[in-house]
T-cell receptor
């Protein structure tokens, strides 16, 4: 498919474990975003990658969260020492380097921390 | 600090009626205001967007009304259909959309027959 691909679609983990969530953006899209969606809280911005520029990490809630984007394509969001409040749907989106502003979202990775 | 405030949280509309969702923002640097539609189990998808140089934009049954002085914008869905039942998010960003979008908390719309 030509859309944004995320894996795993569902992840159940125990408190204190580390998790990695993967995002494969649309080919050719230079911008990549991670958002977190919690029930009743809307979409919370986490981190933004644009080309070769330094990422905008201003939305990361704590130092347990980190993300990288290798080769300007695939991105991995890592959550260390997971807590129950980390349970949410993690959404990845990509966009072209234009001023249309349209974000193309994946279907998300649902994380449940027991 | 919530930069984009969205209301109502949920909305029930009769088929054929008008659905109205409102958003307000504080940051005067915002210059791009999209609405996203999300169905259960799916990611949000762009529905319609507006820039502050116009006060209204219409695409089919969907219309955005924008009031720059009041820092408010709204989504109107005319002739609402059961297939419109979804969660709707307003959003805003600066730099003509090239900075991360800030989203409202969403409105769950149910259109009943």
């Amino acid at each position: 498919g030509a859309g944004v691909s995320q894996s795993p679609s569902n992840k159940v983990t125990e408190k204190g474990k580390d998790v990695e969530l993967r995002c494969d953006p649309i080919s050719g899209h230079t911008a990549l975003y991670w958002y977190r969606q919690s029930l009743g809280q809307g979409l919370e911005f986490l981190i933004y990658f644009q080309g070769n520029s330094a990422p905008d990490k201003s939305g990361l809630p704590s130092d347990r969260f980190s993300a990288e984007r290798t080769g300007g394509s695939v991105s991995t969001l890592t959550i260390q020492r997971t807590q129950q409040e980390d349970s949410a749907v993690y959404l990845c989106a990509s966009s072209t380097d234009s001023n249309t502003g349209e974000l193309f979202f994946g279907e998300g990775s649902r994380l449940t921390v027991l | 600090q919530q930069q984009v405030k969205q209301s109502p949280q949920s909305l029930i509309v009769q088929k054929g009626g008008i659905s109205i969702i409102n958003c307000a923002y504080e940051n005067t640097a915002f210059d791009y205001f999209p609405w996203y539609q999300q169905f259960p189990g799916k990611g949000p998808a762009l529905l319609i967007a507006i820039r502050p140089d116009v006060s209204e934009k219409k695409e089919g049954r969907f219309t955005i009304s924008f009031n720059k002085s009041a820092k408010q914008f709204s989504l109107h869905i005319m002739d609402s259909q059961p297939g419109d039942s979804a969660t709707y998010f307003c959003a805003a960003s600066g730099n003509s959309g090239n900075t991360p979008l800030v989203f409202g908390k969403g409105t769950r719309l149910s259109v009943i027959a």
